[in-house]
């Protein structure tokens, strides 16, 4: 096996050096942006109490907020929206959705959902008795909400490196197999529904997951009878860093490494809001036919009828034609080359943030912006309003904000990494955008020694996150 680690920027970056090089697709249609100024963007803030999930999306500029559902669609995508067949029954965009999927991923059985949380949700109840464990290569949000409230615990099984801002291994989304096997050793293999793993980590920054590491995951919950199912929200993206990195793939193109990975798992749940370029959809998919039988038999009563579940005809469609766009090389390795990019720009001045890039963001370290800021001053919260504040860049905190309170004794999680996060949609912005974003969080680097921190003024019970509302300090 070679070395996983990763320095250097792979080939995008040497062709930055001699020739430049841009998107794959030109620009048919236009929605322009909203240009705002200082000081309206220092009242949108403060009517938003420095929260960025506040901000009306008419004040932002470039929108960063995520990666979900953002995607711009193509025009053969448009034009197969006027195929829509709205057919309650049996609509003829659900079979070559079906279709699609066994080809691109190569599962038998296909369930639509409304997204991929909806999937989650039936994968869960299907699968899941109480007291169940479940192990995954770090948590997702609402994977691990489903996996709980179908009475399993959630057990993080990712290698130490993913917790590691400083690790440059080119695959910190792997399983560590020891602490895998070391909980089948604990609970025991029928206390395990399933391995849930997840193509790349979100989580983790968008780092992916080793094609030798999937299948070793494989030989060893096979040899317990453990199925395996993947969260392939971002799958097609894996399977490029696969080619760059992991011997043995480099002349493949990735709907091979995408076939041949899936291979190894017995499902997946999918969100169409990633990958697939589109804004809305998603589904469950499987290998075997009792999970079929219970997820269909349980798809009507959450999402709508087993052929449609939960989205139009037309979504349906527009899914189809995304996944085969998605999986051409030259649009993965431009998506991903957007954010290294971005990346490339930042490190040259000096700006921290988590490497190697993953595939839809980059997490900026805030930590090291202001070390002048207690935790409890909301660092990460703090710069995402700063870059809101410089140019109208929309960003997102994932620090002690996101991390919540403990449920037992109240207090607050204190997560080691305080991150504000620019994640990349999907064939929206061009790389002139890119540089607008990295000269605006240069500004906010050049600045950082003068910024005060905030505090929280309104605490919501839930995802406090998404309503929290802040004051300067
Ligand atoms: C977005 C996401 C989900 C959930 O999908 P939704 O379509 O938002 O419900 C699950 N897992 C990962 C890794 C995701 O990024």
Redesign the pocket.
């Known amino acids: 096996m070679t070395d996983h680690t990763y320095t250097s920027l792979h080939t995008m970056g040497q062709q930055l050096d001699r020739r430049s090089w841009a998107e794959p697709y030109k620009i048919k249609a236009v929605e322009p942006l909203h240009m705002t100024t200082r000081a309206q963007r220092d009242a949108a803030m403060v009517a938003a109490g420095y929260n960025t999930f506040l901000l009306p999306s008419r004040d932002v500029y470039i929108d960063l907020l995520t990666d979900?559902?953002t995607n711009a669609m193509s025009d053969r995508q448009w034009a197969g929206m006027m195929l829509g067949d709205e057919a309650y029954a049996g609509s003829e965009n659900f079979y070559h959705l079906e279709q699609t999927v066994a080809e691109c991923y190569g599962y038998k059985h296909l369930v639509p959902t409304h997204?991929?949380?909806?999937a989650?949700n039936i994968l869960s109840q299907a699968l899941i008795s109480e007291g169940d464990h479940v192990p995954g290569n770090m948590y997702?949000t609402?994977?691990r909400l489903h996996q709980e409230r179908a009475g399993a615990t959630f057990h993080d099984v990712i290698v130490d490196a993913a917790h590691d801002t400083s690790s440059l291994d080119g695959f910190k989304g792997n399983v560590d197999l020891a602490k895998l096997q070391a909980l089948i050793d604990e609970v025991g293999a029928d206390k395990i529904p399933y391995v849930c793993v997840?193509a790349t980590?979100?989580?983790a920054g968008g780092q992916p997951i080793s094609m030798a590491n999937v299948k070793a995951v494989r030989e060893l919950t096979a040899t317990y009878g453990i199925p395996i199912y993947l969260?392939a929200?971002?799958a097609m993206e894996n399977a490029m860093f696969i080619q760059e990195r992991e011997e043995g793939y480099r002349d493949k193109p990735i709907a091979e490494i995408l076939l041949e990975f899936c291979s190894y798992s017995d499902g997946a749940?999918m969100?169409?809001?990633?990958d697939p370029l589109v804004n809305i959809g998603?589904w469950l998919s499987t290998n075997d036919p009792e999970v079929f039988e219970a997820a269909r038999n349980m798809v009507v009563v959450y999402e709508g009828l087993h052929t449609y579940g939960g989205m139009a005809g037309r979504d349906m469609e527009a899914m189809a034609i995304g996944i085969r766009e998605a999986l051409s090389d030259d649009y993965m390795r431009s998506r991903i080359g957007q954010v290294r990019y971005l990346g490339s720009l930042l490190d040259q001045w000096g700006v921290p943030f988590v490497k190697p890039v993953g595939g839809h963001g980059i997490f900026l370290d805030a930590r090291a912006f202001y070390p002048q800021l207690t935790q409890e001053q909301f660092p990460a919260q703090t710069l995402a309003a700063e870059l809101y504040l410089d140019s109208g860049i929309r960003a997102m905190e994932r620090g002690i904000v996101s991390a919540g309170r403990d449920a037992l004794t109240g207090e607050n999680h204190h997560p080691r990494l305080e991150l504000t996060r620019l994640t990349i949609p999907r064939r929206v912005y061009t790389q002139a955008h890119m540089d607008v974003v990295a000269e605006s969080v240069k500004a906010c680097f050049e600045t950082r020694e003068s910024v005060r921190g905030l505090r929280m003024v309104y605490e919501p019970q839930y995802l406090r996150f998404f309503q929290a509302r802040f004051e300067r300090l």
């Open positions: 979900s559902g997204q991929g949380r909806g989650e997702f609402t994977t997840a980590v979100n989580m969260d929200t971002r749940t969100s169409g809001k990633k998603g």
